[in-house]
T-cell receptor
Framework: GEDVEQSLFLSVREGDSSVINCTYTDSSSTYLYWYKQEPGAGLQLLTY?????DMKQDQRLTVLLNKKDKHLSLRIADTQTGDSAIYFCAESDTGRRALTFGSGTRLQVQP | GAVVSQHPSRVICKSGTSVKIECRSL??????MFWYRQFPKQSLMLMATSNEGSKATYEQGVEKDKFLINHASLTLSTLTVTSAHPEDSSFYIC???????????FGQGTRLTVV
């Protein structure tokens, strides 16, 4: 079955850039997503990328996709304390439309 | 647009009782709804997929008699945890898909605590 892996923890200083990495195994993945979850809250979609794209930028967020290596990353520029949360990458294919989530990366931003 | 409301947001119940969680698409018709479960400090795992008017499809390892899913209309799906036990304590979250978007839309989640 599909598998999505992430590192568990990342700590950065306020103002630095954060890079959260994700790898996936399903070669039929069509959509790749990044979600943010704050403590006790639901999921907030941050951005997504189609599998035929290499990069997508949206304000402070940059998503890079290496389809050959099945590697996805999320870069947050000028990281703020409000960015502290758990970040999940997720993938789906067009047929199923359910999401397979990674384990989540806890981002801690030090003031 | 594309708002999904989940109710209740928190519930505490006694062991052996049943709990119903509702997932509503407020401003669109959801062709498919998904139910996920998230244990503490873990990822979200898909439990089941429900399509309006048909039986839900459960993922391997999810007991369909314990987690009853009803998708009676295009705007409402319910998950009933029957005979709940402390190990069912978890964060349950639904998402709704209207079939034409890149993304599915998530509810706020329900934190279930069974005591």
């Amino acid at each position: 079955g599909e598998d999505v892996e992430q590192s568990l923890f990342l700590s950065v200083r306020e103002g630095d850039s954060s890079v959260i990495n994700c790898t996936y195994t399903d070669s039929s993945s069509t959509y790749l997503y990044w979600y943010k979850q704050e403590p006790g809250a639901g999921l907030q979609l941050l951005t997504y990328i189609f599998s035929n794209m290499d990069m997508k930028q949206d304000q402070r967020l940059t998503v890079l996709l290496n389809k050959k290596d099945k590697h996805l990353s999320l870069r947050i520029a000028d990281t703020q304390t409000g960015d502290s949360a758990i970040y999940f990458c997720a993938e789906s294919d067009t047929g199923r439309r359910a999401l397979t989530f990674g384990s989540g990366t806890r981002l801690q931003v030090q003031p | 647009g594309a708002v999904v409301s989940q109710h209740p947001s928190r519930v505490i119940c006694k062991s052996g009782t049943s709990v119903k969680i509702e997932c509503r698409s407020l401003d669109f018709q959801a062709t498919t709804m998904f139910w996920y479960r998230q244990f503490p400090k873990q990822s979200l795992m898909l439990m089941a997929t429900s399509n309006e008017g048909s039986k839900a499809t459960y993922e391997q390892g999810v007991e369909k008699d314990k987690f009853l899913i009803n998708h009676a209309s295009l705007t409402l799906s319910t998950l009933t945890v029957t005979s709940a036990h402390p190990e069912d304590s978890s964060f349950y979250i639904c998402s709704a898909d209207r079939g034409r978007d890149t993304e599915a839309f998530f509810g706020q989640g329900t934190r279930l605590t069974v005591v």
